[in-house]
């Protein structure tokens, strides 16, 4: 998994742009885990762009966009590169029929995966590329939105500026 990541968000980074969220995200069920990040420069085209076809004003439209993993134009950004995670997981219990305390400790082993990858690429200084690392909130998330996606906002951010900002807009 973390090969897997490193490779997309390098690719990403190729950009140059600023950014402020990355994440790997999943869903409830465990699925392999996809990209999903925002720079500022992508916020304001995508905010220009989507305002244009609604009654909101870019700002506002940037800020109901601003931590959305889904309304990001790099959302499965490098999803090539996950293959062979997609085919471990594969190989793994199936989670869709496990019950109870064994799909809650698949599940579990899986984040924990996405988070152990996401800490050794911030331990590797990758989160700090195009920007400081204070500037930027990297997550592990459950889709929709879970309790668990705090607890480890937390762990893989301790105090940053843009982990208090998402922890006031994204309503988490």
């Known amino acids: 998994m973390v090969n897997a990541a490193r490779k997309s968000f390098l690719n990403l980074f190729k950009n140059g742009e600023r950014d402020y969220y990355c994440?790997?995200?999943?869903t409830g069920e465990g699925h392999a885990p996809n990209v999903s990040a925002w720079s500022w420069e992508a916020l304001e085209r995508e905010a220009t762009k989507q305002a244009r076809?609604?009654?909101?004003s870019q700002s506002e439209m940037a800020a109901l966009i601003k931590w959305s993993y889904a309304d990001s134009p790099y959302c499965c950004f490098g999803e090539e590169y996950f293959t062979n995670v997609c085919q471990y997981l594969n190989e793994r219990p199936n989670i869709n029929v496990l019950g109870g305390e064994k799909w809650q400790q698949e599940l579990t082993f899986r984040l924990t995966a996405m988070e152990l990858a996401m800490k050794k690429l911030d331990e590797e200084g990758l989160f700090a590329l195009n920007q400081t690392r204070d500037a930027i909130c990297i997550l592990v998330e459950v889709?929709?939105?879970?309790?668990?996606?705090i607890e480890i906002a937390l762990q893989l951010?301790?105090?940053s500026t843009a982990l208090q900002q998402w922890l006031v807009e994204a309503d988490e």
């Open 143 to 149: 889709m929709p939105p879970d309790e668990v996606n």
């Open 23 to 26: 994440t790997l995200y999943t």
């Open 53 to 56: 076809n609604s009654n909101n």
């Open 157 to 159: 951010n301790q105090s």
